[in-house]
């Protein structure tokens, strides 16, 4: 069965240092996806992304975070300098079209800031 | 913007009896899907059932079913025959069919369920 990829698994970073989370969507997928889920909460939207570009965005998402997918295989998201509040489960999914279908996770990526 | 409500942060249950966990949603939208996801110790999300706003008939997935009120914004999970495995943290999430908002899934705040042997 196919499924989302994400590396590391787990990261541990200096505050202030750069992160790239990586993520494998499932091949034919069209609509990419980042989420965020601070320990203990609910999971929150952060951006999803669409024809290379990004459709849309939450508050959340400021100037600090930005996605990209380089080579049409893999999904990334890049935080340039981050906080401690930074620390959380990012999760990436995607899906075939938006809204009616499925969005399939990955596993996630526990990011460690200290 | 829409919102998702869990208003029972743990529930708790014996094995191999019935459970519903309850969510309530707002939305000014006709046409939107709701799910159920799973999320084990391992965090991984996983989706357990779908259920599509226009269709009247409640979906069902093997011992998981929803009750899905439109009118009252209610969609409750029952899971039948409970087992241990169904230990886990469950969301309930939102989703517009259409409009501008591209699949961005509203989560609620989550319900703890223990099954107890």
């Known amino acids: 069965e196919p499924e989302v990829t994400q590396t590391p698994s787990h990261q541990v970073t200096q505050m202030g240092q750069e992160v790239i989370l990586r993520c494998v969507p499932i091949s034919n997928h069209l609509y990419f996806y980042w989420y965020r889920q601070i320990l203990g909460q609910k999971v929150e939207f952060l951006v999803s992304?669409?024809?290379?570009?990004?459709?849309?965005k939450s508050e959340i998402f400021d100037d600090q975070f930005s996605v990209e997918r380089p080579d049409g295989s893999n999904f990334t998201l890049k935080i340039r300098s981050t906080k401690l509040e930074d620390s959380a489960m990012y999760f990436c999914?995607?899906?075939?079209?938006?809204?009616?279908?499925?969005?399939?996770f990955g596993q996630g990526t526990r990011l460690t800031v200290v | 913007a829409q919102t998702v409500t869990q208003s029972q942060p743990e529930m708790s249950v014996q094995e191999a009896e019935t459970v519903t966990l309850s969510c309530t949603y707002d939305t000014s939208e006709s046409d939107y899907y709701l799910f159920w996801y799973k999320q084990p110790p391992s965090r991984q999300m996983i989706l357990v059932i779908r259920q599509e706003a226009y269709k009247q008939q409640n979906a069902t997935e093997n011992r998981f079913s929803v009750n899905f009120q439109k009118a009252a914004k209610s969609f409750s999970l029952k899971i039948s025959d409970s087992q241990l495995g169904d230990a886990a943290m469950y969301f309930c999430?939102?989703?517009?069919?259409?409009?501008?908002?591209?699949?961005?899934?509203?989560f609620g705040q989550g319900t703890i369920l223990t099954v107890h042997p």
């Open positions: 999430a939102y989703v517009n069919a259409g409009g501008t908002s591209y699949g961005k899934l509203t």
């Open positions: 992304f669409y024809n290379n570009e990004i459709s849309e």
């Open positions: 999914a995607s899906s075939v079209w938006r809204g009616n279908t499925e969005a399939f």
